[in-house]
């Protein structure tokens, strides 16, 4: 009988200290959501206030409420539109094209020692050059079509996924690749279930660095370039001297490189179940 | 059990390794196995033991053919199917974290083109034998290093090798843990009767698991000496309590003794 309700008191204290374990969890998720949400928040209130009295310059630093009433204008209107159209073409185009032909190329550098030989040293020297730099040469090749801007962002794409497709399949570990070896995996085997996924996770950071990268280059080349695209849109502000358009324009860039970064990361997370189940939940781990 | 090295092999051997020698070149030659002759006898259970550094693992790669012999001969007489004739089990990182533990016991038949329906239901036998029903599904990275190294295990059996070669197959685990997946072995191999050999730097390991163990020197590694193993089948723990288990352990350890000392001297 006392057996039991010793048992009894040591269930429900187990269940306690469960269930304060949980709710601290669930606390400590709450509390950063609300952390990470509330920082933008404040300062766009602050820059509110100081825009309307006079701290800041309402006619540089437009009010945030300002920005919003220009933006929905540019909605609805259609003019924004034309601009994400023009951009999100080149970037998708640039970034295809980038990463298809850097991951083929660095995979193969990766497997086949000949092609690492021959290009390696090249590549490396040209990844040091600014890829903004060679625009000049592509607008006196292709003239001012969209050729010159989509290869811009395709050149730059592929040399940030090359770099990271081969360091990929030069880094496994060679006692991966001896397991591999004593099974048997030769040729197309080997690559399909040891090379390729021992690269993906690489080929995945290759992937999102180059993202953010084909952002920075598409609008660097709209500037210049373009009269259309979302660089067009904030040089074409400043010359007529129209902060507000500048302002959507910079907050919709911004937006649009987020959205592509989220995506390679569902992408990610889809290609890499391996990584992302949950294992046990470590205390060290996420503090 | 021969216990004396023969040159010439028997039908009943399944390796014969005569007068081997391994030199690896680089900036200073590293001479680590020096005039090996070996038999090993189908379906026999052998343990290397050696201090560290002595070439052990290189003899069982040349074995397994992962590795080539500079100088001598390793005749493999085992029957050559379209599995390869050794599967191979590594101290850790074996496995491939990218596959669930299903395909990755099914790894070995997959490579030897086996159907999918046939290597996963091999594969979901030998992951029953080794206690990871359940986990079929799971990915390495969220099991123990215990279960990982069953993926491992599971993986040299569903393979169908006449050999098993298994390099310190233990060695990263616990000691408990340690002692239950040796007694784990000794039932799956019992049931099996495979040709094993199995590199392991302890010696309980060794008499608990072996019909014979290779005592070898240290670097260039040579057979020092070939004791057979006295205790009967089915074997478990409990031989460790038995007088002749203290007296073996005694006598290898002297043997092992001084090569350790002369392998210390040269690191």
Same mark, same amino acid.
């Given at each position: 009988?006392?057996?039991?309700?010793?048992?009894?008191?040591?269930r429900?204290?187990?269940?306690?200290?469960?269930?304060?374990?949980?709710?601290?969890?669930?606390?400590?998720?709450?509390?950063d959501?609300?952390?990470?949400?509330?920082?933008?928040?404040?300062?766009?209130?602050?820059?509110?206030?100081?825009?309307?009295?006079?701290?800041?310059?309402?006619?540089?630093?437009?009010?945030?409420?300002?920005?919003?009433?220009?933006?929905?204008?540019m909605?609805?209107?259609?003019?924004?539109?034309?601009?994400?159209?023009?951009?999100?073409?080149?970037?998708?185009a640039g970034?295809?094209?980038?990463?298809?032909v850097?991951?083929?190329?660095?995979?193969?550098?990766?497997?086949?020692?000949?092609?690492r030989?021959a290009?390696?040293?090249?590549?490396?020297?040209?990844?040091?050059?600014?890829k903004?730099?060679?625009?000049?040469?592509?607008?006196?090749?292709?003239?001012?079509?969209?050729?010159?801007?989509?290869?811009?962002?395709?050149?730059?794409?592929?040399?940030?996924?090359?770099?990271?497709?081969?360091?990929?399949?030069?880094?496994?570990?060679g006692?991966?690749?001896?397991?591999?070896r004593?099974?048997?995996?030769?040729?197309?085997?080997?690559?399909?279930?040891?090379?390729l996924?021992?690269?993906?996770?690489?080929?995945?950071?290759?992937?999102?660095?180059?993202?953010?990268?084909?952002?920075?280059?598409?609008?660097?080349?709209?500037?210049?370039?373009?009269?259309?695209?979302?660089?067009?849109?904030?040089?074409?502000?400043?010359?007529?001297?129209?902060?507000?358009?500048?302002?959507?324009?910079?907050?919709?860039?911004?937006?649009?490189?987020?959205?592509?970064?989220?995506?390679?990361?569902?992408?990610?997370?889809?290609?890499?179940?391996?990584?992302?189940?949950?294992?046990?939940?470590?205390?060290?781990?996420?503090? | 059990?021969?216990?004396?090295?023969?040159?010439?092999?028997?039908?009943?051997?399944?390796?014969?390794?005569?007068?081997?020698?391994?030199?690896?070149?680089?900036?200073?030659?590293?001479?680590?196995?020096?005039?090996?002759?070996? *038999?090993?006898?189908t379906? *026999?259970?052998?343990?290397?033991?050696?201090?560290?550094?002595?070439?052990?693992?290189?003899?069982?790669?040349?074995?397994?053919?992962?590795?080539?012999?500079?100088?001598?001969?390793?005749?493999?007489?085992?029957?050559?199917?379209?599995?390869?004739?050794?599967?191979?089990?590594?101290?850790?990182?074996?496995?491939?974290?990218?596959?669930?533990?299903?395909?990755?016991?099914?790894?070995?038949?997959?490579?030897?083109?086996?159907?999918?329906?046939?290597?996963?239901?091999?594969?979901?036998?030998?992951?029953?034998?080794?206690?990871?029903?359940?986990?079929?599904n799971?990915?390495?990275?969220?099991?123990?290093?215990?279960?990982?190294?069953?993926?491992?295990?599971?993986?040299?059996?569903?393979?169908?090798?006449?050999?098993?070669?298994?390099?310190?197959p233990?060695?990263?685990?616990?000691?408990?843990?340690?002692?239950?997946?040796?007694?784990?072995?000794?039932?799956?191999?019992?049931?099996?009767?495979?040709?094993?050999?199995?590199?392991?730097?302890?010696?309980?390991?060794?008499?608990?698991?072996?019909?014979?163990?290779?005592?070898?020197?240290?670097?260039?590694?040579r057979?020092?000496?070939?004791?057979?193993?006295?205790?009967?089948?089915?074997?478990?723990?409990?031989?460790?309590?038995?007088?002749?288990?203290?007296?073996?352990?005694?006598?290898?350890?002297?043997?092992?003794?001084?090569?350790?000392?002369?392998?210390?001297?040269?690191?």
């Open positions: 009988m006392t057996t039991e309700v010793v048992r009894d008191v040591q429900t204290d187990v269940e306690q200290a469960v269930e304060r374990e949980y709710r601290r969890h669930r606390r400590l998720q709450v509390r959501l609300v952390l990470a949400v509330a920082t933008p928040v404040l300062l766009l209130l602050l820059w509110e206030v100081a825009a309307l009295t006079g701290m800041l310059d309402a006619r540089l630093f437009t009010p945030p409420s300002e920005i919003v009433v220009r933006g929905w204008e909605i609805v209107g259609g003019e924004l539109w034309v601009h994400v159209g023009a951009t999100v073409a080149r970037l998708a970034f295809l094209l980038g990463s298809a850097g991951i083929a190329v660095g995979l193969l550098m990766g497997v086949w020692r000949p092609v030989a290009l390696g040293p090249t590549f490396t020297a040209l990844y040091a050059l600014p903004i730099a060679i625009l000049p040469l592509l607008l006196l090749i292709f003239g001012l079509t969209e050729t010159p801007k989509v290869l811009s962002v395709a050149i730059s794409v592929f040399f940030v996924v090359q770099i990271n497709t081969l360091a990929g399949i030069v880094q496994i570990d006692r991966i690749l001896e397991a591999a004593a099974y048997r995996a030769t040729g197309w085997k080997l690559f399909r279930n040891v090379l996924p021992a690269a993906t996770p690489a080929i995945m950071t290759g992937l999102r660095v180059s993202a953010g990268m084909a952002v920075i280059v598409v609008t660097a080349v709209e500037f210049v370039a373009s009269n259309n695209g979302l660089g067009y849109l904030i040089w074409n502000s400043w010359q007529l001297f129209q902060p507000q358009t500048m302002f959507v324009g910079l907050i919709t860039v911004s937006l649009i490189g987020a959205l592509i970064t989220g995506l390679v990361i569902v992408l990610e997370r889809a290609l890499l179940p391996w990584r992302h189940s949950g294992g046990p939940r470590r205390k060290g781990k996420n503090p | 059990m021969t216990s004396a090295p023969t040159r010439t092999g028997t039908s009943t051997d399944a390796f014969v390794v005569t007068g081997v020698s391994k030199i690896f070149v680089g900036k200073t030659p590293v001479h680590a196995l020096a005039d090996i002759d070996l *038999s090993l006898q379906g *026999s259970f052998t343990c290397i033991v050696g201090p560290s550094g002595c070439g052990k693992s290189t003899l069982l790669r040349i074995l397994g053919d992962l590795e080539t012999a500079t100088v001598g001969e390793v005749r493999n007489l085992l029957p050559e199917g379209r599995v390869p004739r050794s599967a191979f089990v590594f101290q850790e990182h074996g496995v491939f974290p990218w596959f669930t533990v299903l395909q990755n016991v099914a790894f070995g038949e997959q490579m030897a083109s086996v159907g999918k329906r046939e290597r996963e239901e091999h594969a979901r036998h030998w992951i029953g034998e080794v206690g990871l029903t359940g986990f079929e799971a990915y390495p990275h969220q099991l123990s290093g215990g279960m990982r190294q069953r993926i491992a295990i599971a993986r040299a059996f569903a393979t169908g090798s006449p050999s098993l070669l298994m390099d310190e233990l060695g990263a685990l616990d000691a408990q843990t340690r002692i239950l997946m040796q007694e784990q072995l000794v039932t799956l191999w019992e049931a099996e009767r495979k040709t094993v050999v199995l590199v392991t730097h302890s010696i309980e390991e060794a008499l608990l698991l072996g019909d014979q163990i290779v005592v070898m020197s240290a670097r260039p590694g057979v020092k000496e070939i004791l057979d193993v006295p205790f009967g089948r089915p074997r478990s723990v409990e031989v460790e309590t038995e007088p002749e288990f203290t007296r073996m352990r005694q006598e290898i350890w002297e043997s092992l003794r001084d090569e350790v000392q002369a392998s210390m001297r040269f690191s």
